[in-house]
Structures are given as C-alpha cells and as structure tokens.
C-alpha cells in the first residue's frame, strides 16, 4: 500500500553539474547515489530523500517544490544566509514576510530558489 512506502521527492535541474555544484556547496549536501550521469538521489533526515534530474523543465513550476522541517527555522536561515542563500520576499494578502520568514497560523516558513529555479523552503510548525 502506498502509505507504508516511502515518499521521494523528485526536483528538476536543466544542468546537473551546476545544481549539484550548488546542493553540495552552499545547502552541504552530497549525493547518496548517482544513478548515472543524470540522475542523483539525495538522502535527508529520517528516511526522507529527493531525486534530482537532468530535464530542460526545471525552474517552470512557480510553487514551492520541496521543504525541510526544522524545530528552529532563524538559525536554519541564519546558517543558510551565511553561505550564500538568498531568501525571498513576499506580500500578498494572507501571507507576508519579515527578513525572509513568514509567520503562519499553521508555523513559519521561509522560501529561496536553488540554481535551477526551484522554490524550496523550510517550515516550522506550531
């Protein structure tokens, strides 16, 4: 059944070597495995994992692609910033950020793009 099995995101990147230059270098992330030239499984915490591959489609989607949660989303952005993430702002009704985070009746959260376009962002719940 598809609730007892795992769920890997999937992110698209148009150059493989500039996005994992970039989830290695400035999110400190390194490929699990390389499935081959184009495909890179990524693993994260507590079983979680994200598949990026080569596609010309990458950065066309204008929705949050793929979050991590964290217990203290500041110092995640604080460390993020230091090396290099930018992250957004937005104002719209219903949703407004101060330095970069949002505060939700849900949590908080804060969105930044990767090298290919994708909008990732953390979240901290309630």
Do not use: H
């Amino acid at each position: 059944m598809l609730k007892d099995l795992e769920i890997i995101a999937v992110l698209p990147a148009k150059d493989i070597v500039r996005a994992s230059n970039f989830y290695r270098e400035v999110l400190g992330l390194e490929p699990a495995d390389a499935m081959d030239e184009e495909n890179l499984m990524y693993r994260c915490g507590k079983g979680t994992a994200f598949l990026l591959y080569k596609t010309d489609n990458a950065g066309t989607a204008k929705n949050t692609q793929m979050g991590w949660g964290t217990d203290d989303i500041e110092a995640e952005v604080k460390d993020l910033r230091g090396r290099g993430v930018v992250f957004e702002e937005y104002d719209f009704p219903g949703l407004k950020t101060e330095n970069g985070i949002a505060s939700t009746p849900v949590g908080k959260a804060a969105w930044f793009l990767d090298s290919e376009g994708n909008i990732l962002n953390l979240f901290q719940g309630q």
